[in-house]
């Protein structure tokens, strides 16, 4: 199948889950995953009609938004990956959503250096709701200091929550670490009821229907559209 065939599938999908979870159809925002992935591929998603992409690493993502910017096409791009705190200023100059902020200091670094010109650059917090073994995320309870903490940043804008729960083909298991967050969201929602919380980012390829079945607003879905990825270039 083609890119654009598979974006094509993936939307009826969504469209699908959403309809079984009796939500709204234009409830889901699908954010293509382009890591590792030529420009080529992006340009046959955008030709499909993809306008939002997410990329992990910073070098490769401002080398492929340049591109873009030089065809004069524009996309919206969003960090996915972690991000270290000497390579925040690229971030903040180059992508319109950092969605993996766990950290006051990196919250501050990015609010320092987003340019003034620019729109605020949208946050989300990643939350480590399952994955003991990763170091991403900030446990829930602190999730309220550091939002807080955002709100008096005048150059983000905090929009959400993102996750990325330990993979597992236990459906149960899936549903609980995304109830959870969903919980979570409707807890910031509620702190902050002025502020336009509005983007739970979770579910990718392998977890979407569980995602969009516990309330997910986004879904990041790299391999079902892109094909796998090859890391051993
Ligand atoms: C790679 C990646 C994805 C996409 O994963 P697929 O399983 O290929 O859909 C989504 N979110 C994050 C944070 C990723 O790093």
Redesign the pocket.
Known sequence: MTIQQNITQIQTQINYYLDQANRPQSAVKLLA?S?TKPVDAILAAYQAGQIAF?E?YVQEGIDKISYFQQQHIELEWHF??PLQSNKTRLVAEHFDWM??LDRIKIADRLNEQRPYYKAPLNILIQINISDENSKSGIVPSEMLTLAKHIQNLPHLRLRGLMA?PAPTDDIQQQEQAFNAMNALFIELQQSFPDAQIDTLSMG???DMASAIQCGSTMV?????IFGA?NYHK
Do not use: C, P, S, Y
Request: charged share 20%; hydrophobic share 35%.
């Open positions: 995953v890591k997410g992990n996915i990956g969605q993996t990325i990718m390829t392998d990041r879905i790299g391999t079902a990825r």
